[in-house]
């Protein structure tokens, strides 16, 4: 493949390299790749807790909010497989590449370039493809430059549609198995639904743990950007940065210097962004997060310290950014709760709405027939 596709994921490796080892989380073991582990605790809760009285009530607990914050970080813990190869000239314990890590580190991010375009000039961030796979062949169709594929660019709005239609299908489940435990007539059946209606709850809150991670992600402006670790090497016509500014402005400075009460006084109210799907609204969060690269390094520039100490302007769009993903968030769930009326589920699928309305019995094969 040309040297650009092999230099571009050689500065990507480097950045996360550089987080990592920049002790973003002195309270936390684990390295910490996109927020830092404050900045997605506090975005996954404070979602959460904002959730308007039409959700389901397991989910509006307190502690519901704690566990998914806690879940939040999970994508970043549990990166790399653990399998140590040996150890660095610093001390530092080698790990080795595997597929558990080449398949989901590009899900964290998209690099958008500032004509709106995928990296490679081949997609337009408002006219992406309907899947990963058509996206990864649209992608290496890229001359601008050449050598991409999904995983070169990344494709962390196929990472949050995905997690949207899990979510989806586990309310619509849990809608199903509420309706089969308040009509069961025999106590094996009322025991059957009761069992599995706690099972989907706990499904239900490690999926959207772990999912709100990637929303989450989409609100940093430098992970939906080519410039994601100082401006590089493009037109600079403002004299941004070109030092790595990625590490400070998501870790320890949202750890140092960021209030939570402020970022939670910040949080927009719901809109479905006037678009009835997620493969339409996700484009607009990336396009909205997109539009506050250039003033993250006007800040940094503003300053003059690149996220390091208290600079008021700093301040304000980490906060601000912090919201939006907590907003995104929350609107998200909201939406995935309200479509899931309207799925299929079971085997042979029947609507959801058929199973509330009773016009379709609940049955304890409707889930589980062979």
Do not use: C
Not at 128 to 149: K, M, V, W, Y
């Amino acid at each position: 493949m040309p040297d650009t596709f092999h230099s571009r994921l050689a500065t990507r490796a480097a950045t996360y390299v550089a987080v990592a080892g920049a002790g973003l989380l002195a309270a936390t073991p684990s390295p910490a790749w996109a927020w830092g582990h404050t900045g997605h605790v506090g975005i996954s809760e404070l979602a959460i807790l904002s959730l308007p009285a039409e959700l389901p009530e397991f989910l509006r607990t307190p502690q519901a909010a704690a566990e998914i914050g806690q879940l939040g970080p999970e994508p970043d813990v549990s990166k790399t497989t653990g399998a140590i190869t040996g150890t660095s000239a610093s001390g530092s314990l080698q790990t080795a590449p595997t597929a558990h890590d080449a398949e989901r580190d590009p899900g964290h991010y998209i690099d958008i370039d500032d004509n709106g375009f995928v990296l490679g000039g081949a997609i337009p961030l408002m006219a992406l493809p309907p899947t990963r796979e058509a996206f990864d062949t649209a992608q290496r169709a890229a001359a601008s430059p050449g050598g991409q594929d999904q995983y070169s660019a990344g494709y962390l709005p196929y990472t949050i549609i995905d997690g949207f239609q899990q979510v989806r299908k586990d309310f619509g489940i849990w809608r199903a198995l509420s309706v089969g435990l308040a009509t069961a007539t025999a106590d094996a059946d009322r025991a059957y639904f009761r069992y599995q209606l706690h099972l989907r709850q706990r499904l239900t809150i490690r999926d959207i743990g772990t999912w709100s991670h990637f929303v989450a992600d989409a609100s940093q402006p430098m992970h939906v950007s080519v410039h994601f670790n100082g401006w590089g090497s493009y037109p600079n016509p403002n004299g941004y940065t070109t030092a790595p500014i990625h590490a400070p402005f998501e870790g320890t400075f949202v750890r140092d210097f960021i209030d939570f009460g402020v970022v939670g006084g910040q949080v927009r109210p719901y809109t479905d962004r006037g678009v009835p799907s997620i493969e339409q609204r996700v484009p607009l969060y990336l396009a909205e997060t997109l539009g506050q690269v250039a003033p993250a390094y006007a800040a940094a520039q503003e300053s003059g310290d690149n996220y390091r100490t208290a600079q008021p302007a700093e301040i304000a769009i980490v906060t601000a950014q912090l919201a939006a993903g907590v907003a995104e968030l929350r609107d998200e769930i909201v939406d995935a709760w309200r479509q899931s009326g309207q799925i299929a589920v079971g085997y042979p699928l029947v609507r959801v709405s058929d199973i509330q309305s009773r016009a379709v019995p609940m049955t304890t094969t409707t889930l589980a027939s062979d």
